[in-house]
């Protein structure tokens, strides 16, 4: 099975941009890397997905390494609302989640 | 709202009993998927359907557990003779394709006394 590493938390200044960093070095050429969040008694929460190149949507932007083993999650202005569990994910199908980054937003 | 619809939110039963769940995914997506997720630990995989086919059950899914999803609509997942290592969320998920987003639903949350 795929496996992430992320930090397990994280801290950010409200409107101050957010890099959340993965570790995926043993993802195979079909997963997707996918990102959610979940806040707490609620399900998990589609950000942003991506196979190999930059991805940009209107809550995010991805970042994906050349070789594919790691990526990164960008908030370019983090907000209160975005205190969360994030989780990278693997997968093309079933999804393999991590431990996640609890991310804190300070105001 | 039209997303991913889990019932009950909540159950509270004696071990030894049976439960059982439902999801009502997003009308148009042809994928179902269910989750398990214990306290501070990211979702695990259990199983997951295209249309009515149950394509892909994990090793955790012991014998107690068992899902369907007739006629390609809504889903149940049964758990027998319930354990205390049953405890947790059970997420429903639901995509339009293979590789694209599942949508979760909220959750139930199974207690076991």
């Known amino acids: 099975d795929a496996k992430t590493t992320q930090p397990n938390s994280m801290e950010s200044n409200e409107e101050e941009p957010v890099h959340l960093p993965c570790n995926h070095s043993?993802?195979?050429?079909?997963?997707?890397i996918h990102w959610y969040r979940q806040l707490p008694s609620q399900g998990p929460e589609y950000v942003i997905h991506?196979?190999?190149s930059n991805v940009n949507n209107r809550m995010a932007s991805l970042a994906i390494a050349e070789d594919r083993k790691s990526s990164t999650l960008i908030l370019h202005r983090a907000t209160l609302r975005d205190a969360a569990v994030y989780y990278c994910?693997?997968?093309?199908?079933?999804?393999?989640f991590g431990s996640g980054t609890k991310l804190n937003v300070k105001p | 709202d039209t997303g991913v619809s889990q019932d009950p939110r909540h159950k509270i039963t004696k071990r030894g009993q049976n439960v059982t769940f439902r999801c009502d995914p997003i009308?148009?997506?042809?994928?179902l998927y269910w989750y398990r997720q214990t306290l501070g630990q990211g979702p695990e995989f259990l199983t997951y359907?295209?249309?009515?086919?149950?394509?892909?059950k994990s090793r955790l899914l012991s014998d107690r557990f068992s899902a369907e999803r007739p006629k390609g609509s809504f889903s149940t997942l049964e758990i027998q003779r319930t354990e205390q290592g049953d405890s947790a969320m059970y997420l429903c998920?639901?995509?339009?394709?293979?590789?694209?987003?599942?949508?979760f639903g909220d959750g139930t949350r199974l207690s076991i006394l």
């Open positions: 998920a639901s995509s339009p394709g293979r590789d694209q987003p599942q949508h």
């Open positions: 043993t993802i195979s050429g079909t997963d997707y």
């Open positions: 991506g196979l190999t």
């Open positions: 994910v693997l997968g093309f199908n079933k999804f393999y």
């Open positions: 009308s148009e997506h042809n994928r």
């Open positions: 359907f295209q249309n009515e086919a149950q394509l892909e």
